[in-house]
C-alpha cells in the first residue's frame, strides 16, 4: 500500500511519518529536505530560483512514486508528487514568483507524468494554522526557513484547503493544531483509530 502524509510548511508532516511507520512498521519515505541544493537559494530570491525547485522536487517525487509502485512493502510518504503540482507552483505562479512560461513547462511535465501516476491508498492531511505553522517553523530552527514570508504561507494554506476539498481519493483530516501527536498518546490513537477504520474496516470500540 501506498500511504501518504500532506500539510503545509510545519504541519508536522516528518514527525507523523516517523510515528506511524514506527507503529505499523510501514516503510517511511521523507521529503528529500537536507540535501536540497536549492532552498537555500529560493528563501533568499524565490523569483529566481522557484522554477529550478520546483523541477527538483517533481524529479525526485516522480522517481520516488514509480519506485513506490514496484515496491512489495507499505510505504508512508511525507509529501506527495500532487502538492508539488496543485499546490507550491501555482502558488509561486500566482505570487509573480514563477513567469507564465516556466509555470506552462512545469504543468505539461506534470500532466505528461499523471498519467503514469495513481492516487495513493489513503491520503492523511494536517490541517493548521498559520500561527499553528510559524510556531512550529520556529521550533525546529532550520536555518534556511528563518526568511519564509507569511503571505507565501497563506497562499499555500488556502491552496491547500481548495485542493483537499475537491480531493476524491481515501481522505483523513488531522487538526493539526488541537491534535498534539508527538507528545500526546491519546490524540495518537485516534489518528491511528481513523487510520484503521479508513484501511482495514476496524472501529475502535468506545464504552
Avoid at 33 to 51: A, C, G, H, I, T
Avoid at 87 to 110: C, K, T, V
Avoid at 145 to 160: F, N, P, V
Amino acid at each position: 500500500m501506498h500511504i501518504a502524509i500532506a500539510g503545509n510548511i510545519g504541519s508536522g508532516k516528518t514527525t507523523l511519518t516517523k510515528m506511524l511507520a514506527k507503529h505499523y512498521g510501514w516503510t517511511p519515505r521523507f521529503e528529500p529536505v537536507d540535501n536540497n541544493p536549492y532552498l537555500d537559494d529560493f528563501y533568499e530570491d524565490m523569483e529566481r530560483w522557484s522554477f529550478n525547485l520546483q523541477i527538483y522536487f517533481l524529479n525526485k517525487r516522480f522517481k520516488e512514486v514509480v519506485e513506490i509502485s514496484k515496491s512489495q512493502d507499505t510505504i508512508i510518504q511525507d509529501r506527495t508528487i500532487f502538492e508539488d503540482a496543485r499546490i507550491f507552483a501555482p502558488n509561486l505562479h500566482e505570487m509573480g514568483m514563477m513567469s507564465h512560461r516556466d509555470f506552462d513547462n512545469y504543468s505539461a511535465l506534470f500532466d505528461l507524468m499523471m498519467s503514469l501516476v495513481k492516487l495513493p491508498d489513503l491520503m492523511i492531511y494536517i490541517r493548521s494554522t498559520i500561527p499553528n505553522l510559524v510556531a512550529q517553523i520556529q521550533k525546529r530552527g532550520r536555518e534556511f526557513e528563518k526568511s519564509i514570508r507569511i503571505d507565501y504561507l497563506q497562499g499555500l494554506a488556502k491552496r491547500y484547503e481548495d485542493w483537499i476539498e475537491q480531493y476524491d481519493g481515501q481522505l483523513i483530516i488531522v487538526d493539526g493544531d488541537k491534535m498534539k501527536f508527538e507528545n500526546n498518546t491519546q490524540d495518537f490513537q485516534l489518528i491511528t483509530d481513523m487510520i484503521d477504520a479508513k484501511l482495514y474496516g476496524l472501529f475502535p470500540f468506545e464504552e
